[in-house]
């Protein structure tokens, strides 16, 4: 089924055909990073635009 939308695209469409691509696999590669970064990491980036500046330790 795919091979035969394939052989009947002309050249206009092969460029909407890539940009489906390139969203599609952006789309997984930031799924994939939601699901493994930490969650320490995303709350400690939801604070700093709280932080008064000051350092303060933290266990990272």
Known sequence: MFD???KDVSGEQMY????LWIFL??????????????KQ???????LPL???TLEP???
């Open 25 to 38: 696999v952006f789309f997984v590669v930031v799924s994939i990073l939601l699901f493994i970064t930490k």
């Open 4 to 6: 035969q939308f394939v």
């Open 16 to 19: 909407l055909i890539f940009s």
């Open 58 to 60: 933290t266990n990272l």
């Open 41 to 47: 990491h995303v709350d400690r980036m939801s604070d």
């Open 51 to 53: 932080e008064d500046g």
